[in-house]
């Protein structure tokens, strides 16, 4: 069975930097999208960043992380990572990784077929 299992978040003050890992099992992904998503209490799950298939490689991330966080996937390893910096208390958030059954990009969370339990993301000013 697919899993994907995020790890790496926890409390961080403004400015401070973390990275997300996302390790799947169970089958490979190397030819999926992957994409990271949050959500904050009482909020809708939001897209954050997402990248093609490793053949590919193309990234794409939300105005409100675009220059603070970046995508990447070690495909040897089965692991996609978000590496974000410059964090803010509005960054705060379960995070999410995702993979769709395609390997286009999609920003829509319905799109993505697998999800992972979510990491903890706490920023304090």
């Known amino acids: 069975q697919a899993q994907l299992v995020e790890s790496g978040g926890g409390l961080v003050q403004a400015g401070d930097s973390l990275r997300l890992s996302c390790a799947a099992s169970?089958?490979?992904?190397?030819?999926?999208?992957m994409g990271w998503f949050r959500q904050a209490p009482g909020k809708e799950r939001e897209f954050v960043a997402a990248i093609w298939s490793w053949s590919i490689g193309v990234t794409r991330y939300a105005d409100s992380v675009k220059g603070r966080f970046t995508i990447s996937r070690d495909n040897g390893k089965d692991t996609v990572y978000l590496q974000m910096n410059l964090l803010k208390p509005d960054d705060t958030a379960i995070y999410y990784c995702?993979?769709?059954?395609?390997?286009?990009?999609?920003?829509?969370?319905?799109?993505?077929?697998?999800w992972g339990q979510g990491t903890q993301v706490t920023v304090s000013s």
């Open positions: 995702a993979a769709r059954r395609s390997a286009v990009i999609s920003t829509r969370p319905k799109d993505y077929d697998y």
């Open positions: 169970g089958r490979t992904f190397n030819n999926n999208a």
